[in-house]
């Protein structure tokens, strides 16, 4: 079983920015991760893709966060990151990482597909 530890969420002002950490361990054995992804979800509205990550580094981006949220990872250190800028007051929610073991040559995969998530962590937008 493959345990996803998230971090780097809280509050922050409009305009400012958030370094979400999400990273990938099994006890009693090695972690092998492909697809990662990041999720998240409003009060009272459905979980939604924020940005996905092949494990060749391939990206997908949710269209509310283009152009302002970068995901990234370090597959020796079997992490994953959302740099958030530019934060806006409807970014706020539960931010969940997602991941699987299996790889894909595409970015955009389904919600389905993911075998593993965090507890999520919470970011805050507001003045």
């Known amino acids: 079983q493959v345990h996803l530890a998230e971090s780097g969420g809280g509050s922050v002002q409009p305009g400012g920015s958030l370094r979400l950490s999400c990273v990938a361990s099994a006890s009693g054995s090695s972690v092998s991760i492909g697809h990662m992804a990041w999720y998240r979800q409003a009060p009272g509205k459905q979980r939604e893709l924020v940005a996905g990550i092949t494990s060749g580094g391939l990206t997908n981006y949710g269209d509310s966060v283009t152009g302002r949220f970068t995901i990234s990872r370090d597959n020796a250190r079997n992490t994953a990151y959302l740099q958030m800028n530019n934060l806006k007051p409807e970014d706020t929610a539960v931010y969940y990482c997602?991941?699987?073991?299996?790889?894909?040559?595409?970015?955009?995969?389904?919600?389905?597909?993911?075998?593993?998530w965090g507890q999520g962590t919470q970011v805050t937008v507001s003045s």
């Open positions: 997602g991941a699987t073991r299996r790889r894909y040559t595409s970015p955009r995969i389904p919600y389905s597909a993911y075998d593993f």
